[in-house]
């Protein structure tokens, strides 16, 4: 057998650069409301190239501003794939709305486009959708739904940095785009995210709004300490530190993205040989952000996808699921709600069946062959 080989499902890639602007920083004295944060939004919103962008403490939080900033709250709905992150349907009930899911679709995991209409009601304001692993959503179904309704799009990108969706990065084909840079995902702050949107108003809103809606920050005031509070909000800043990495960061993402899609198509090509896995309707092409590569197991196997898990862990290989349940089979939604076993069948059957397979950065071409090697042996040893 091989060289056992340590093969974590996601770790971040950083070095020199990043603790040398993590070290500026602390030298300087300036730890938030700086240059930095700017320096950040505009080099994220260049890359992406959006017109504005909006640096906030984490994507859950960004969004929460983004549906608090709209005036979403009490008595309206939001349609939210039942396939996701909780944080898709959190930030919708943090705002006091709620929380309508919709199936996913077979073939890539995303929202089920054609599902979306029958969920529209009377209290319904926006339809929130995720790019499951990176993979594009069919916006152009998604806004048409939206415009015939009058109802906004939330864009949740935290696995969609570099996704592209009709020749635009994601985020910018609703009205708004949330990213997330928590460690695992494509690039990160430590903790970050940052809102996308075309709309110059709401983004000068949202940056009100991340900060207590304070009208003038430290270098704008004529008198120190001297300001005033025009509006009710938060404290979801990012600090300069997350913002200093962040520039770093957006300087390697071509590298990143780079790797990833080699390393998904490699994986891909190895595990297509195997025929007790089925993979989604997907190929790491350049559309997609390859986030990890997903496998589906049989349903005869899905009780053993624990020992198939342990196996790949003994062999040095490290995955996820994404998700584990769907987000309404939660025990918070599904006390809430009432959620019945069969309601989301798809998203079940992913939750059930998925094992999600590295394919970041921090891994060579090597080692998918590798973990497709790992993968053979662990199906080989059920018997
Ligand atoms: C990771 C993730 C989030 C949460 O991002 P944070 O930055 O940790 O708040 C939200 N949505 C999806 C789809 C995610 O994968």
Redesign the pocket.
Known sequence: MEELRNIPFGKPVMGEPEQAAVLQVMAGGILVHGPKTEEFEQSFAAWTGAPHAVAVS????GMHLVYFALGIGAGDEVIVPAQ??A??AHAVELAGARAVFVDAENATGNIDVDAIAAAVTPRTRAIAV?HYLGVPVDMEAVNAVARHHGLLVVE?C??AVGTQIGGQHAGLSGDVGCF???PV?HMTTAEG?IVLTRDAALAQKLKLLRAFGVDRHMGQRATPGEYDVVALGFNYRMSEIEAAIGIEQVKRLDGFLARRRANYRVLRVALARLKSVELFSTDGGESESAYCLSMLLPEELAERRKDIIASLKAQGVGTSIYYPRPVPAMTYYREKYGTRPGDFPVAERISRCSIALPVGPHLAEDDMFYIAAAIERSLAQLG
């Open positions: 984490s994507c859950t939080a996701t992150h944080a898709t995720v949740d935290a696995l997330s840079f928590y995902k995210g």
